[in-house]
């Protein structure tokens, strides 16, 4: 919430929000303008390499996707009017619509869809491997098509619903300019010249657009504030009506004019334990040094301190959401002398040495607070300096061995694809655990309550694994104008553009 490089961290886990504008009170009633202000830009605009979390402010609003979510987190139509499965699971059929174009004239058809897909599988980003388990893309004419997959995708049909749906014009994939200029079939028209790349991003309504009753505002814009301090000052002085605030920002924020709102932000906030495997640090391939980890933290005072009470102390990852949390898996009572007692049992009586990035300038509290709660145990943090530029490759890449971290955590499957597995984008060095990989693999062809029993076996796993050392699962906080109304949507970490209208 702080800066850049909070916002990069966020890109595809979300340390800090990106945070959404509506029209400030003297301009709603007569422009008609959404304002959003964010803290960093959009990575990139092509499919496959812009991240499912706060990448979609910049996206929504040109892009349609396949199909669009609902505030229940459930795939409706969109661009796909029609779908459904064959028996086995692996084959999506769709149908589209007839009557879409982009805004350069190039038709919105299976083709164009066909070539989305396949681009975005190719991209680096999170959407890339929410699509991961395509196998091939068939155009059976010009409104019908069929996914084919390598094995069942519990989660395609949301994935193709957010992000990872995208769809920008055939004729912009593969050019250099579609990193900074989308060319869509959405809502708004990227307006080029009232932009510019970094700072502000310009939208004007699509006059041809088939859906124009769902998004009331005539026209968006996105502002690149320099840090969170910025961005809560411009909601103070009305040049933003809608924006992510510090949980501390908050507490002052609330007048006759602003409101402050709390929704889930669906995401798992913590230490990330990546090197599990011992690879830089030899003690974080023992169970019990994890579980000491995770037994020095007092999460209920964390809230209280660093979140100024708004989330849920919990050890657990999956979220409070879905059917795999459980209130029993709390199993990490805060106790440093049985800490202590599990490092000496795996010979650390003295402790060890901990690389991790450096975000004392941008999350103060939550650093010191895990600083004074490994530091009592023995363990030294070893803070090293972060280029916001490089840091999310950084921690991909495996330079760091743990992280004070945020990570998405929406539905179960997606948290397992993201975090648990041999070749997830989650899980840098590569850890490889065998119960873990065939509970993931059993509750692929499950469905129902089997599916959820399957999940809460592999949560309480990777509790008493210690494969984490989550704290909280926080709230996104954001101030609120009087000019606006805004609804949540389940697994959002903030609400999607066509949930903002002007106050009625």
Not at 23 to 29: L, V
Not at 38 to 48: H, V
Not at 61 to 86: H, K
Not at 279 to 295: C, E, G, H, S
Request: with cysteine; aromatic share 10%; net charge negative.
């Amino acid at each position: 919430m702080r800066n850049k490089l909070a916002a990069a961290i966020v890109a595809t886990c979300a340390l800090v929000l990106t945070a959404c504008s509506g029209a400030s009170p003297n301009t709603a009633s007569e422009t008609q303008e959404l304002r959003i202000g964010a803290i960093s830009p959009i990575a990139s605009f092509e499919p496959g390499n812009f991240d499912a979390g706060p990448g979609s402010a910049f996206i929504q609003p040109v892009y349609d996707t396949i199909l669009r979510n609902d505030n229940d987190g459930e795939p409706q139509p969109s661009i796909a009017t029609e779908w459904s499965y064959n028996d086995s699971g692996t084959e999506l059929s769709l149908t589209l619509r007839d009557d879409v174009a982009f805004t350069d004239g190039a038709k919105l058809d299976a083709e164009a869809v066909k070539a989305n897909l396949e681009a975005a599988k190719a991209g680096t980003g999170e959407t890339a491997g929410q699509l991961r388990f395509i196998d091939s893309v068939t155009v059976e004419d010009p409104t019908h098509l069929t996914i084919s997959l390598t094995a069942v995708d519990p989660s395609l049909l949301t994935n193709l619903g957010g992000a990872a749906g995208s769809l920008a014009s055939p004729e912009a994939l593969g050019t250099p300019e579609l990193a900074t200029t989308p060319v869509g079939s959405g809502p708004y028209v990227f307006d080029t010249a009232a932009s510019q790349t970094g700072v502000t991003y310009a939208y004007t309504r699509n006059p041809d657009y088939w859906n124009a009753d769902d998004f009331p505002f005539d026209e968006i814009t996105i502002t690149v504030f320099n840090d969170g301090n910025a961005v809560t000052n411009a909601l103070r002085s009305g040049q933003v009506d809608f924006a992510g605030i510090s949980d501390q920002a908050a507490e002052t924020l609330e007048s006759d004019s602003l409101e402050v709102r709390s929704f889930p932000a669906y995401t798992a906030s913590g230490v990330f334990l990546f090197d599990r495997n011992g690879t830089i640090v030899p003690a974080l391939a023992d169970v019990r040094v994890r579980q000491a980890i995770n037994t020095a933290f007092d999460r209920e005072q964390i809230v209280e301190q660093v979140y100024a009470g708004v989330g849920t102390p919990t050890a657990q990852s999956f979220s409070e959401s879905s059917a795999a949390f459980d209130p029993s898996f709390e199993k990490y009572e805060h106790d440093v002398d049985a800490a202590k007692a599990l490092l000496a049992e795996a010979g650390y009586a003295d402790g060890f040495t901990l690389p991790m990035p450096d975000l004392g300038p941008i999350d103060p509290k939550r650093q010191a607070a895990v600083t004074e709660a490994l530091t009592a145990i023995g363990i030294t943090p070893q803070y090293e300096p972060v280029n916001g530029e490089t840091f999310i490759s950084d921690l991909l890449s495996g330079k760091y061995p743990a992280a004070i971290f945020n990570l998405n955590s929406h539905r179960p499957w997606d948290f397992a694809q993201l975090a648990l597995l041999p070749d997830s984008l989650w899980n840098p060095f590569h850890t490889t655990d065998e119960t873990i990989v065939d509970l993931v693999n059993t509750a692929q062809t499950q469905t129902g309550e089997e599916a959820d029993a399957t999940f809460r076996e592999l949560n309480e796993y990777i509790v008493d694994q210690a494969w984490f050392a989550t704290l909280v699962q926080p709230n996104s906080v954001f101030g609120v104008s009087s000019a606006i109304d805004v609804e949540p949507r389940k697994f959002s970490t903030w609400p999607p553009i066509w949930n903002f209208t002007p106050a009625s």
